[in-house]
């Protein structure tokens, strides 16, 4: 399913079970939640960012296989090749 958000400022975008929110950089994450990335804004301009913060425990946002020490990954259920 495909879901729309009207972001004006910087956001967290974040996962609980098969749920996608984005909330205010300032809010405390819900409990069983996963941080998946910020949206950062300055001066009207947007970019991405890991979600990072002393709370947050996100993950990498994509890896390079060729770049991976072994040079390739084993593929894993809900994995994403882009």
């Given at each position: 399913h495909t879901k729309t958000f009207t972001v004006l400022k910087s956001m967290l975008c974040v996962r609980r079970d098969t749920n996608v929110e984005m909330l205010s950089e300032r809010s405390s994450l819900p409990l069983g939640s996963d941080p998946l990335l910020r949206l950062v804004?300055?001066?009207?301009?947007?970019?991405?960012?890991?979600a990072t913060s002393p709370q947050s425990r996100s993950k990498k946002l994509w890896s390079v296989v060729r770049d991976m020490p072994s040079g390739g990954h084993r593929l894993s259920e809900n994995d994403v090749i882009k």
């Amino acid at each position: 399913h495909t879901k729309t958000f009207t972001v004006l400022k910087s956001m967290l975008c974040v996962r609980r079970d098969t749920n996608v929110e984005m909330l205010s950089e300032r809010s405390s994450l819900p409990l069983g939640s996963d941080p998946l990335l910020r949206l950062v804004e300055k001066d009207g301009a947007f970019w991405f960012d890991n979600a990072t913060s002393p709370q947050s425990r996100s993950k990498k946002l994509w890896s390079v296989v060729r770049d991976m020490p072994s040079g390739g990954h084993r593929l894993s259920e809900n994995d994403v090749i882009k």
